[in-house]
């Protein structure tokens, strides 16, 4: 059959890789897929001296190759927004295909974008978008397309994981570790991104509307980062069994989707609370299926260019398929999407970690169990730290509730003149059911 | 679109699964799939008191099924070799396509039921066969296309791995387990196809052949069972920083492959050595991603069922592709398989965990490690126990070596005069490259 012309815009980490695995893998890859995967033209800024591009057709202009009647599969790896998104929109105008790693791009701009690429018939692709190497968006889209799918939650951002690892195998703070990590090259410069969960939350909203078929929604995932973990809560946590990771969860309820990121107890013997480091799980519960997880290198060259490979060699496979019977983007018709709402986090339910500092006077427990109590809240575990000092902290589990409740209760309880300065909360999830 | 027509044939654990599946979750599978899938007729021997079939076409027999002129797709789920492979021949014969969870039948005569389908034009999609409710045929196919696959190693019996979880944390002897597990319904009446790893060695054979292109070769496959396996082993596996678990592990080496089921210790912060009870996990080594890990449950009518109807779903959006674009049943063209040999197990590598009983005299341990020196085999480390007996557990971890080597040594060991009884002998894997 006659080869697949494939350009690639952009060639640093994962562009870099992505070269180099389709020309050291190329045997193998026709063999699977049948033909030849040939690169017909690389857009790059400058050179990358892992990749030997000597003898290919190089540009420094990114819209040339979307432009470029040879080529069949733009492959976008220029990262950010604006551009990212102008380039995408031109392949697409062009009858290109597009496979792409841009989560940002995809959870901000991809409903415009698959409305396009449906128009002119032409896939995009962004396995790589999400969790690298691991193939959670063909697993969901494809692998579990039996389930009504309940919740799924993920440790998608390998730098967070990476410094909340840390933190917790050797008791640092997160400043100290965040350092490291930059040092290491795990975290950027300007790290906010990660340890804010604002990546997550892309990659998150990208897996969401997957899961239940809604479209993008971006701007309606809370995030809540990781700035604020101290290496305590993460002590008292393991004492209690519990784990602390930053999660990003979404969960189909009766009255909307919850898509949120945040700092979240897990039971210390599941799978997901034992993935260390730089690596990214993710936990999907589907109604026929039960649990399965999903494990993998979130990042890296290579690992993200075998994501942004194997969605080359998909859309060669469905270059054939009618329209109607591809895979669709969004996983469900796009005429058969939800208008499920988004929940804002107020509404979303939740078991708690508080971690309250307490003047040591008879009575203070009292009256905040009656605060918890008259707003619904049962309380699952109490610590109580002995302590030399006149104050005390006291952690507590309680069960799950609504958010807007347990606002309301540590409004009253943090106004209580024995409770001293900001009550700690972090969300508990017990990954059960 | 017209909606696609499926016929069941077996309506037992995983047919019944597969029954309540289509008809419960038809939106969202229609919604997904872009068209109606319907039940057009079932096959089974008795009702399923699980199903609700009233109203449905039924017959008693299934090769009713596989010649009816109004079905698309036959789901093969009686079972077996023989009749199962008359009636998958049968529907291919007449055009249809197949699914089918049957992983004997797929590992034992896999070759030619894919050759006739390749003629005929259809697909035989066989998810449900291995690790249940994991898609890990469609990761390894799919999802890791981009890779040269170096190794896989798979918990995929959860009948075996309830088994090794409970000799663990209980510290119970294998028989005593087995019984347990055949009063629980996780293990047959007759359990050697899980026990002795047959039915692991049916699904490594599938595996291995997604992971390096080559034919369906049952037959060559090593298989050892766990029921040798003892709590002291465990025990001792433990102190030294390992877990006992029956993999089944298949590796691409430059004289071949390796294509073996036995049981084998694992570092114990492993993932993979994390996984419980009835649960599967299968982790893949992949040149450009590393290590990416697919855990859930092996087995379960609905889990079994959720990858069933997955395929169901995949045939339906492939119909309208032509056959040379289509997902290649092994992974690889038909055309570009690999002749690749599948070692005999002696000139496969492993490293060893062994342990011996010796009469308490000094020098013993002296010559046993000459004749482990000259085979070339390097001791990682020895525990001498103490006891007041006149005879010592020793036990040791070897360093890699080929098999044929440890063979000899054994050989040796067992034949000096202050060694008693067998040398007992279980492989060791550190899952590291």
Redesign the interface.
């Known amino acids: 059959?006659k080869p697949v012309k494939v350009g690639i815009c952009g060639l640093g980490t994962v562009g870099g890789?992505t070269f180099n695995?389709?020309t050291?893998?190329a045997e193998?890859?026709?063999?699977?897929?049948?033909r030849h995967i040939v690169i017909e033209q690389i857009a790059m800024r400058r050179d990358n001296p892992a990749c030997d591009t000597s003898g290919m057709q190089t540009t420094t202009d990114i819209f040339e190759v979307a432009t470029n009647p040879e080529i069949d599969i733009v492959i976008e790896l220029i990262g950010g927004y604006d551009t990212a998104r102008d380039l995408v929109m031109t392949a697409i105008e062009n009858g290109k295909h597009v496979v792409t790693a841009n989560k940002a791009l995809i959870a901000v701009h991809g409903n415009e974008i698959f409305e396009a690429a449906q128009e002119k018939n032409v896939m995009v692709a962004f396995?790589a978008s999400v969790a690298g190497?691991?193939?959670i968006i063909?697993?969901i889209r494809?692998?579990?397309?039996?389930?009504?799918i309940n919740w799924l939650a993920g440790i998608i951002n390998g730098t967070g994981n990476f410094i909340m690892t840390e933190m917790r195998e050797k008791g640092r703070e997160f400043a100290d570790v965040l350092q490291e990590a930059q040092d290491l090259g795990y975290a950027e410069a300007d790290p906010t991104f990660d340890v804010e969960g604002i990546d997550a939350a892309h990659k998150l909203t990208i897996l969401s509307s997957l899961a239940f078929?809604i479209p993008l929604q971006f701007s309606k995932a809370y995030t809540e980062g990781i700035s604020k973990i101290t290496p305590q809560d993460i002590q008292y946590a393991e004492e209690l069994g519990y784990r602390v990771k930053h999660l990003g969860i979404t969960r189909r309820t009766d009255k909307g989707i919850e898509l949120r990121v945040h700092p979240t107890l897990i039971p210390k013997d599941v799978?997901l609370a034992?993935?260390n480091g730089v690596m990214n799980a993710v936990l999907v519960d589907?109604?026929?299926?039960?649990?399965?997880?999903?494990?993998?290198?979130g990042a890296?060259a290579?690992?993200t260019?075998?994501?942004?490979?194997?969605d080359v060699?998909?859309v060669?496979?469905?270059?054939?398929?009618?329209r109607?019977?591809?895979?669709?983007h969004l996983?469900?018709?796009p005429s058969?999407l939800s208008d499920a709402p988004v929940l804002p986090v107020d509404e979303t339910t939740s078991a708690y970690y508080l971690r309250l500092q307490a003047v040591e006077r008879p009575g203070v427990l009292a009256y905040v169990t009656r605060i918890l109590g008259e707003k619904g809240i049962n309380i699952e575990a109490i610590i109580q730290k002995q302590t030399t000092e006149a104050q005390v902290p006291v952690i507590m589990l309680t069960q799950r509730v609504e958010e807007r409740m347990m606002n309301e209760a540590i409004r009253e309880i943090e106004a209580l003149p024995d409770i001293l300065g900001e009550i700690v909360r972090i969300r508990v999830e017990q990954l059960a059911d």
Chains 1, 2 share one sequence.
């Open positions: 059959m890789g695995v389709l050291r893998n193998e890859i026709s063999r699977r897929a049948g396995e190497g691991i193939p063909k697993a494809e692998g579990l397309a039996a389930n009504q078929g799978l034992n993935v589907g109604d026929a299926v039960g649990q399965t997880l999903y494990y993998g290198p890296g290579e690992a260019a075998s994501a942004v490979v194997a060699v998909d060669v496979r469905t270059l054939t398929a009618d109607d019977n591809r895979v669709p996983a469900f018709q058969a």
